[in-house]
Nanobody, 119 residues
Framework: QVQLVESGGGLVQAGGSLRLSCAAS????????MGWYRQAPGKQRELVAV???????NYADSVKGRFTISRDNAKNTVYLQMDSLKPEDTAVYYC?????????????WGQGTQVTVSS
């Protein structure tokens, strides 16, 4: 099994920054892609950013130019640097990875971390 531990959420004023981390552990033979989703109250979960093969990145239009996704392969950790935060960024942020356990690939989700941006 794979465990994902998220950290870095919190309360910040508009214009501020936060950095989220998600560390994967377990019997992992490969892990890709790694990404972040978010879910605001009353809304569907949406993709925020994803990194594929440690190189290619995709971002939601709403966060382009403000958020940066990165990963540390040695630590099986993915980060989300969030700058110029806006109140509409308020949501629970979830880490999502696809990991190889044994000979099969599985999807895993983190427990979620709350990000609240005050105006």
């Amino acid at each position: 099994q794979v465990q994902l531990v998220e950290s870095g959420g919190g309360l910040v004023q508009a214009g501020g920054s936060l950095r989220l981390s998600c560390a994967a552990s377990g019997s992992i033979f490969g892990i890709d892609p790694m990404g972040w989703y978010r879910q605001a109250p009353g809304k569907q979960r949406e993709l925020v950013a994803v990194m594929i093969s440690g190189i290619s990145t995709n971002y939601a239009d709403s966060v382009k130019g403000r958020f940066t996704i990165s990963r540390d392969n040695a630590k099986n950790t993915v980060y989300l640097q969030m700058d110029s935060l806006k109140p509409e960024d308020t949501a629970v942020y979830y880490c999502n990875v696809r990991a190889m356990v044994g000979s099969r690939w599985y999807d895993y989700w983190g427990q979620g971390t709350q990000v609240t941006v005050s105006s």
